[in-house]
């Protein structure tokens, strides 16, 4: 026979689930990603060719929409899970209150490089200032991946604005044990909870003390409801990310390669002395 204790218990912990599963989406990232499944197993090291396409235009996010709307250069970390650029429910670091409100790269790339072997690689995109338009913006450089450095995180100052920024943390371009050939994210807008202005504009008020990074929904946006879309009733994304994994190059035929092209350069170089 059930007791009533038995049922008690039953319903407490029925309802911490349930509680639970309404927490943990707040704190979750909201993104919308699509992947390619690859071949390649994650124990083989990988690396990507990325780029940025901006989504933040005066048709998508028409409220105060500002007339010199721009990115901080783009920037990308593999890195293993000793280690956390951003995440939502955190402090910002300064590194990453510097991207939010200036949009240098500074002391994030001094925070990066401290935090050593947690790091497998970090690439950004050159230029100073990138204007929110259609076009894409590819990064300098490839983001090198392997077993112990499987996750990404990236970020991009919103600018002009307070402290708003985009970006996502903790992707695995993992599925099956396989890295995935590519992926594509979209990605939302962020409040860095270091600046309490409301618009793009808005003069400097620091915030003290910081509030928690969260991202910009309908529930959690400031009064002035940027980032709303034309209906007004959703955010949407601002940006995406796109990455497509390098073909692979074995060892052995990449020294051959090397190997020949040495070959054959001291060969012309005999036969110029001669």
């Not at 319903?11 to 509680?19: A, E, N």
């Not at 052995?252 to 060969?267: D, Q």
């Amino acid at each position: 026979m059930i007791s009533a204790l038995s049922i008690k218990m039953f319903v407490m912990q029925y309802l911490s689930v349930f509680l639970l599963s309404r927490v943990v989406p707040i704190l979750a990232q909201k993104v919308n990603v699509t992947k390619v499944a690859g071949s390649t197993p994650v124990g083989t090291p990988i690396s990507f060719t990325c780029t940025f396409d901006s989504q933040w235009t005066a048709a998508t996010h028409p409220i105060d929409y500002p007339s010199n709307a721009h990115w901080s250069p783009m920037f990308m970390a593999s890195r293993n899970k000793d280690y956390s650029m951003w995440d939502s429910g955190a402090k910002a670091t300064a590194g990453v209150q510097s991207v939010a409100e200036t949009g240098s790269l500074s002391t994030l790339r001094s925070e990066v490089a401290q935090a050593g072997d947690s790091i497998g690689s970090s690439t950004s995109v050159s230029g100073a200032l990138f204007l929110s338009n259609d076009s894409t913006t590819d990064f300098t450089e490839s983001l090198e991946m392997d077993e112990d450095h499987s996750l990404i995180t990236s970020i991009s100052m919103i600018a002009p604005s307070p402290d708003w920024f985009t970006g996502f943390y903790d992707f695995s371009p993992v599925e099956d044990g396989m890295w995935l050939s590519s992926f594509s994210i979209e990605t939302y807008a962020w409040d860095a909870g270091t600046d309490s202005g409301i618009t793009y504009s808005s003069s400097n008020q620091a915030t003290s003390p910081k509030d928690n990074i969260f991202q910009l929904t309908p529930e959690s946006l400031p009064s002035s409801k940027v980032f709303l879309s034309p209906d007004e009733l959703t955010v949407e994304p601002v940006a995406r990310w796109s990455c497509i994994m390098k073909k692979e190059v074995n060892n052995a035929e990449e020294f051959y390669s090397r190997t020949k092209i040495c070959i054959m350069s001291i060969f012309v170089s005999l036969f110029m002395l001669s």
